[in-house]
């Protein structure tokens, strides 16, 4: 049983997908059938975290880099990790184009942190 806690159970017209099915007597048969919205939404998903973990480890991660026992230290990277795929994505998405490489928004954000023009008051 599926149970959807945000859309419908309608199936998805353009999410069609197909299984065989071997049956006790060896012979084999092709089912097909669409995908109910929520496990649609799930699998065309998926794979954003995975894309984002990607970005952040590629090609040179900062928790590797600095190699830090002190577990603050450690959620810091991640979290500096993460933000930075995240806002290399937005960029992306908002001019509609393909992400720069990682470590090309690496050393552009690296730079404007440097040379920019906050003095200590903000």
């Known amino acids: 049983k599926i149970m959807s806690c945000h859309g419908v159970l309608t199936d998805v017209d353009d999410h069609a997908t197909c299984r065989e099915v071997v049956s006790e007597d060896g012979t084999r048969r092709t089912i097909n059938f669409k995908y109910p919205k929520p496990i649609s939404r799930h ?6 975290v995975d894309d984002t973990n990607n970005l952040r480890h590629d090609p040179i991660a900062l928790s590797a880099v600095w190699r830090t026992k002190w577990w603050p230290n450690r959620q810091f990277t991640f979290i500096l990790e993460v933000a930075e795929a995240n806002a290399a994505n937005a960029r992306a998405r908002g ?3 393909i992400a720069n490489p990682q470590m ?3 050393w552009k954000l690296a730079n404007l942190m440097l040379n920019n023009n906050f003095d200590s008051d903000g």
């Open 43 to 48: 699998n065309r998903a998926k794979h954003w």
């Open 104 to 106: 090309q928004f690496h």
């Open 95 to 97: 001019q509609k184009k």
